[in-house]
């Protein structure tokens, strides 16, 4: 994978090499369930499921109230509600994010999902992985690896169209 270091990405293509990687290894993901963090590991969840065929075990967490930087960063006015409408229990969890970044979100994604029961087995796919980790995290699953400078994010917006559109913003701005 390349590292990248542009200004803004062809997201559809990255979604097209995220989706590549899971289809491939299917055949060892039994019993899966497709789970999107609010926002953009939602998108990309919603994609996958439709292409994969897995609709029917498609789920949505929000992890706000499980970040360890919860009173931090505080609550957000766009905090979703969770919808795992399938059971948990004995899964094969892909579990979808957007920016990998330090791995709190995904831990706390794993926190979340605990509480809903006990799955045989969690992967992580992740659009882009900027690195920085803070935890031990790895993605299974990640369509491009980026170095971003420290006053750096990653975006990910969705169109009226559907299109993704993955862009590199200044903090300082």
């Known amino acids: 994978m390349p590292t990248t270091t542009t200004e803004q990405f062809d997201a559809e293509a990255l979604y097209r090499e995220l989706l590549q990687q899971v289809r491939a290894a299917m055949p060892g993901l039994p019993n899966l369930a497709i789970v999107g963090i609010h926002s953009g590991g939602a998108w990309l969840a919603e994609r996958l499921a439709d292409d994969l065929g897995v609709k029917d075990r498609l789920g949505f967490i929000d992890v706000s109230f499980y970040r360890d930087d919860y009173a931090k960063k505080g609550l957000h006015p766009d905090v979703k509600p969770t919808q795992i409408g399938f059971s948990v229990d004995s899964a094969t969890i892909l579990l979808?994010?957007?920016?990998?970044?330090?791995?709190?979100?995904?831990?706390?994604?794993?926190?979340?999902?605990?509480?809903?029961?006990?799955?045989?087995?969690?992967?992580?796919?992740?659009?882009?992985d900027r690195g920085g980790r803070e935890l031990p995290v790895a993605a299974?699953?990640?369509?491009?690896?980026?170095?971003l400078g420290d006053h750096q994010s990653l975006a990910l917006s969705r169109g009226a169209d559907g299109k993704l559109t993955l862009t590199i913003e200044d903090d300082n701005a």
């Open 96 to 128: 979808v994010d957007d920016v990998l970044y330090t791995g709190r979100t995904t831990r706390a994604a794993i926190n979340v999902l605990f509480d809903y029961g006990r799955p045989a087995r969690i992967t992580l796919a992740a659009l882009a």
């Open 140 to 147: 299974d699953f990640v369509a491009t690896r980026v170095a």
